[in-house]
């Protein structure tokens, strides 16, 4: 069983920062890839960032430049640093793991860009 404690959403003004971090535990065998989604009302969850094992980053092109992911191997967490933040980021973000077991969700934290 592997659990997601993701943290660090809320209310922010456009052009703001928030720092988003999902922590891992349970049974972990290997995290190959850790990342975040995210599911605007009505519409499909996507993909935002990815961090490999080997630190290779992948991004949602519109969120290249603004948003960084990073991750602590020691503390099986990985973060998303959101700058610049648009109303169009305004979302439910979701923390996906990938382990030797398969891939794994969090529950969802909510971010909301408006002034």
């Known amino acids: 069983q592997v659990q997601l404690v993701e943290s660090g959403g809320g209310l922010v003004q456009p052009g703001g920062s928030l720092r988003l971090s999902c922590a891992a535990s349970?049974?972990?065998?290997?995290?190959?890839?850790m990342g975040w989604y995210r599911q605007a009302p009505g519409k499909q969850r996507h993909l935002v960032a990815t961090i490999t094992s080997a630190d290779s980053t992948n991004y949602l092109d519109s969120v290249k430049g603004r948003f960084t992911i990073s991750r602590d191997s020691a503390k099986n967490t990985v973060y998303l640093q959101m700058n610049s933040l648009k109303p169009e980021d305004t979302a439910v973000y979701y923390c996906?793991?990938?382990?030797?077991?398969?891939?794994?969700w969090g529950q969802g934290t909510q971010v909301t860009v408006s002034s």
């Open positions: 349970g049974s972990l065998l290997s995290i190959y890839l």
């Open positions: 996906n793991v990938v382990t030797r077991g398969g891939g794994h």
